[in-house]
């Protein structure tokens, strides 16, 4: 496990501020991160020296040039090490790697391994991921883990519902076999959370810190991020909008499944796909009601049809309090994956003291 360095909250601070500028904007000067982040320079000067002490930054061979005395130019640490992140549907694995600069090592998508034998899972997935570790040649620091089922986040166990279309998934503890596998943390959610992180930190949500992300698909769901946080609630079912009943003896879900089936895309015009619809904006907006977000992003599969999502989002402004920016997000299907591999880089640095 990655060593905490215990920095003092004024140090900590500062060091995550020197830190995350570099990460962001690649290497540069301590002069350079003083007039980027504000901190004074003798401040930068404390925090690069405790972060080259942790090992997460080092000195290149560049300097700066022009007037006065030349600078050491700083990067976070190449070969400190990298963080992993796998999606698992029932249907596919996505698997990405990326370094601690934020650049995408590899990112592959596989066939998901057999499902008829849950507990031989751990081992097949861990089969798909080792030639890409050792092809990396270096130390994973945290892995992400994404899977298509609630979380709960005491016992990071999936949680087996009624509609779960991928069961097998509760049978197994993916989190303690790769924490003694690869000897790093790990964390683990449902996908829809940690598209919902993916959204916040390179989509439509940039920014936000109240929001809801909707998924519209073979599993409708949100991801719930208040006050800068993920809300998973009790058991982790927070935010399971399929389970919402719409009419007697039916839930959302049940309810969608069904005008979808004779109706892929629910794109072509009928009574059920217009009743399917409103029930949808219904419950968003039932769940905008009760949450109270700045903003709602739509994603996932049915969201993509421009006739769905502008219905959808009529639906929705029909019942809301006040008006709310109703967005479509344009992140690729592998959201998942990368909300999984930010939620792990979080991990990583609060491991290392500088969160």
């Known amino acids: 496990m990655a060593k ?8 900590q601070a500062s060091t995550y501020q020197v830190f995350d500028a570099l990460r962001r904007n690649g290497a540069m000067s301590r002069a350079a991160i003083a007039a980027h982040t504000g901190i004074t320079r003798p401040t930068v000067s404390g925090a690069t020296e405790r972060l080259v002490a942790a090992g997460l930054v080092c000195p290149t061979d560049r300097r700066t040039t022009g007037q006065g005395r030349a600078g050491v130019i700083y990067e976070i640490a190449p070969h400190y090490g990298v963080i992993l992140a796998i999606a698992v549907d029932g249907e596919s694995v996505h698997v990405a790697i990326k370094s601690l600069a934020d650049t995408w090592l590899e990112q592959r998508v596989f ?7 849950p507990h031989a899972l751990p081992d097949q997935l861990l089969a798909l991921l080792t030639p890409l570790i050792e092809r990396i040649n270096l130390p994973v620091k945290a892995m992400g883990i994404s899977v298509a089922a609630p979380v709960d986040p005491e016992s990071c166990q999936a949680v087996r519902l009624p509609l779960l279309p991928f069961g097998a998934i509760c049978e197994v503890s993916l989190k303690d076999y790769f924490g003694g596998r690869l000897g790093c943390p790990v964390v683990i959610d449902n996908d829809v959370n940690w598209a919902a992180l993916a959204e916040v930190t390179y989509g439509a949500m940039q920014g936000q810190r109240n929001f809801i992300c909707v998924y519209l698909g073979k599993g409708i769901g949100a991801g719930i991020y208040l006050e800068g946080h993920l809300i998973r609630g009790g058991a982790g079912l927070a935010g399971e909008l399929g389970y919402v ?6 839930n959302l879900q049940d309810y969608v499944t069904a005008a979808a089936a004779n109706n892929p895309g629910l794109h072509e015009a009928n009574a059920q796909r217009d009743r399917a619809i409103a029930h949808i904006g219904k419950v968003i907006a039932t769940a905008s009601i009760v949450v109270n977000p700045d903003a709602l992003v739509l994603t996932g599969p049915l969201s993509e049809f421009p006739a769905v999502f502008d219905r959808v989002k009529e639906a929705i402004s029909g019942y809301l309090l006040r008006p709310l920016p109703v967005l479509q997000s344009h992140m690729p299907e592998d959201a998942p994956v990368r909300g999984a591999a930010c939620g792990a880089y979080q991990k990583m640095l ?6």
């Open 4 to 11: 905490s360095h215990h920095f003092s909250h004024v140090a």
């Open 245 to 250: 009943p719409v009419e007697e003896h039916i």
């Open 350 to 355: 609060a491991q290392t003291g500088l969160l």
């Open 111 to 117: 066939p998901c391994p057999d499902l008829n034998q």
